[in-house]
């Protein structure tokens, strides 16, 4: 598990989890309010190895019920020792950042902001 929290202005977090299984390595976004929230939340992945690089953003709108902990997407990879990984994920309230956090894989240098 990547325990990765972030307490922002508004009393959120943002964290991760992980599990791997045979083949892939699965990640799952999580996020929390101390107040019930109408958020919005971006997820950014960019992934380099030797077949090349990829970047994928997705964004959407999610309702944060107080005090409850909520996954907010879940990423799947099938990786090869040579691919790295940044995932980035940002919580939103209309223009206000909530939250942001960021890991990586291989898991060298996670990032709080």
């Given at each position: 598990?990547?325990?990765?929290l ?32 109408e ?11 030797p077949?090349?690089t ?5 964004q959407?709108d999610v309702t944060l019920t107080?005090g ?7 990423l799947?990879?099938t ?8 995932i980035?994920?940002k ?10 956090a ?11 902001h």
């Amino acid at each position: 598990m990547l325990a990765l929290l972030l307490a922002g202005a508004v009393q959120s977090q943002i964290w991760f989890t992980r599990q791997q299984h045979d083949q892939t390595t699965d990640i799952v976004t999580h996020a929390r309010s101390a107040q019930t929230c109408e958020c919005s939340y971006s997820v950014s992945v960019n992934k380099t190895g030797p077949s090349g690089t990829s970047r994928t953003t997705q964004q959407q709108d999610v309702t944060l019920t107080a005090g409850q902990d909520q996954a907010l997407s879940t990423l799947r990879f099938t990786l090869s020792p040579q691919d790295k990984v940044h995932i980035s994920v940002k919580l939103y309230q209309g223009d206000t950042l909530l939250s942001e956090a960021q890991t990586q894989i291989p898991d060298t240098a996670s990032k709080q902001h």
